[in-house]
């Protein structure tokens, strides 16, 4: 068995890809190593360890995943993060969004699905029981308002 890197790359990304339930997707266009210094140390500080891939590494492995839709977005290198405690999710997920200016925020797959920035712009949390309980909350003013129209 003849061991080239390049494989070797290939099978660590789809490990983390199938084992780690979420991972946030970064952009990390062509960074000097005093910007990149500073992208680690504001990782760290959240509580995030993180993987970088190189440009076709990544679109080789998303054209052979259920993820190909997302080959449209890459244009240089990316950085996949997770957490490194996975029982506790921030609960000041925006900060995670909006990280850094140097660093462009792509995306977050939870569950095997893939969400976009705009999609979790309004969400506070991650935390899936939260939003059930914060939608049940609202489903309860709703249907007690047409109730409070009539009385009044």
């Known amino acids: 068995m003849k ?5 070797h790359k290939l099978e660590k990304t789809k490990n983390y890809l199938r084992r780690t339930p979420i991972i946030i997707v ?3 266009p062509s960074l000097n190593l005093e910007n ?5 140390q504001r990782l760290s500080c959240y509580g995030l360890k993180y ?35 996975s029982t506790k999710t921030p609960q000041l997920f925006q900060k995670l969004i909006n990280l850094n200016s140097s660093i462009l ?7 095997n699905k ?6 979790l712009q309004t969400l ?4 899936y029981c939260a939003n059930v309980k914060i ?16 009385n009044n």
């Open 36 to 40: 990149w210094l500073e992208i680690e």
């Open 26 to 28: 970064y952009q990390a």
């Open 51 to 85: 993987f970088r891939l190189y440009n076709t590494l990544v679109v080789n492995v998303l054209t052979k995943s259920i993820f190909k839709n997302m080959n449209v977005l890459i244009n240089s290198s990316i950085c996949l993060a997770r957490f490194c405690d």
């Open 3 to 7: 061991f080239e890197l390049k494989d």
């Open 114 to 119: 893939v969400y976009s920035k705009s999609e």
């Open 135 to 150: 939608l049940n909350k609202s489903l309860k003013k709703l249907l007690k308002l047409p109730y409070l129209k009539i």
């Open 105 to 111: 925020f792509l995306g977050l797959r939870l569950n």
């Open 124 to 127: 506070s949390t991650i935390d």
